[in-house]
């Protein structure tokens, strides 16, 4: 291993060995190092300093290395770093479940721990059909969602993402076949003439018979389009779902704990779901844990059914170590002005990154709460932005034709000015 002892050899190793995220073997882009995080601020392997505006997708609200957060790792590591939760149980599980059911919307009383995101969504999948066939209604097997949505790369997650834009298209012949109702219109304070929802209405009035469940993206659609919606559209899906007989799956794993300004994001249209996923936030982004929860009609149906079990149970589920930190992520964002923080963010990103709609080759910006999105017109700069947001001291991640960012809550405004400058020198240069 002493071949190790540069970076250039650890690199050159990892674009050899080493699958990242979308991408291929041997990795013709090598990754950057990083030697260590701080705040907002990551120190590459060259020592170079960026101002982080991804927070780790969408993950790290408070940025890296939260003295509170790692305080309380610290202590449970030393106590039970892990426990199997097979016929066991533990404080931090029941400490964090008090928690998520006393914030979440109302009715949302039932809580199961997994290890990621993707799959807190299989687990609501999995309730929602278990749901039915305790029922003795096993035919409401389907799904419908729209279009431009993201909920995950497990096979039941790629299912319901968009069909055609997605990034799982080649999968596309081995994935059960759900329904998909045309994408919200965009636009989070427009007037609507309903169209949309009204095409929802009209496969549901359909196929309610067969769907199982709805699963949305609340407000915000991610990774499938970094789109905003009017809230109304979501009072109207919850509407739909009681009129139909149908339940409602929301997927807050990016929104929830205060991105778009709400504690979440169903609170814009003063809704509650039947089951509720959180993810990537649950840890401020220092340890992976995420949760499906779900209301007491749910699990009483599923309990009272056959085999009278939820048929599921990951090793990890509710690691202590991840609890405790998800204990103190969640106690540091409600002792913090977070919503003034979400409010200074969105007012600085109205005032410098709106202006660059003018900018010949973008298409849109957009920005609610603590979410900041351009979009180009097309859709091969993203590789030239990100080299010179580094070259600019900023750690972005554009895909396609977004160029998107969403820092840490507790940003300092010199460095909240320093990533939308860096971001604004970056498109621009790209663009000439």
């Known amino acids: 291993m002493n071949s190790f002892n540069d970076w250039n050899a650890r690199l050159q190793y990892d674009q050899e060995h080493i699958w990242h995220p979308y991408a291929k073997l041997p990795n013709p882009i090598a990754a950057i190092g990083v030697k260590k995080t701080q705040g907002s601020i990551i120190t590459l392997a060259d020592d170079r300093e960026v101002v982080d505006g991804m927070s780790s997708w969408w993950a790290a609200l408070h940025g890296y290395n939260h003295p509170k957060i790692q305080q309380a790792m610290h202590e449970q590591i030393d106590t039970m770093p892990h426990i199997m939760f097979g016929g066991l149980t533990h404080e931090p599980a029941i400490e964090l479940a008090k ?90 304070e427009i007037e609507s003439d309903n169209q949309d929802i009204a095409q929802f209405k ?98 009483e149906t599923i309990s009272q059914g056959q085999p009278g079990i939820l048929a599921h149970g990951p090793t990890y589920m509710a690691n202590p170590l991840a609890c405790r930190a998800a204990i103190a992520n969640i106690d540091v964002l409600m002792a913090s002005p977070w919503q003034d923080n979400i409010q200074r963010i969105e007012t600085h990103f109205n005032e410098t990154l709106l202006p660059l709609k003018k900018l010949e080759g973008v298409k849109d910006v957009r920005v609610l709460g603590a979410i900041g999105v351009i979009e180009l017109e097309r859709n091969d700069l993203g590789a030239d932005i990100q080299a010179a947001a580094i070259e600019n001291g900023v750690w972005i991640r554009p895909f396609g034709k977004l160029i998107y960012t969403m820092p840490a809550y507790n940003i300092p405004q010199t460095q909240l000015e320093s990533l939308t400058n860096g971001l604004i020198k970056s498109i621009e240069s790209s663009l000439i």
């Open 99 to 188: 928690r998520l059911v006393d914030l979440s919307p109302p009715g949302l009383e039932k809580v199961f721990f997994v290890d990621s995101g993707s799959v807190a969504m299989e687990v609501a999948i999995k309730m929602a059909m278990q749901y039915w066939i305790s029922l003795t209604r096993p035919g409401k097997n389907k799904l419908l969602t729209v279009k431009n949505g993201y909920h995950g790369d497990t096979f039941a997650t790629m299912a319901i993402c968009d069909p055609v834009n997605g990034m799982h298209s080649l999968f596309s012949e081995l994935l059960p076949k759900h329904f998909f109702a045309p994408a919200p219109q965009m636009g989070f």
């Open 202 to 299: 009209a496969i549901l009035a359909e196929h309610h018979n067969e769907i199982a469940a709805v699963t949305i993206e609340p407000i915000v659609q991610g990774a499938g389009g970094m789109r905003f919606y009017r809230p109304d559209y979501l009072k109207q899906v919850r509407q739909l779902c009681d009129e139909f007989d149908v339940l409602l799956i929301a997927d807050e794993i990016a929104t929830g704990f205060g991105r778009t300004g709400k504690l979440f994001a169903c609170e814009w249209a003063d809704i509650s779901p039947d089951i509720l996923t959180l993810g990537k936030t649950l840890t401020g982004g220092h340890i992976t844990l995420a949760a499906t929860l779900a209301t007491s009609k749910i699990s």
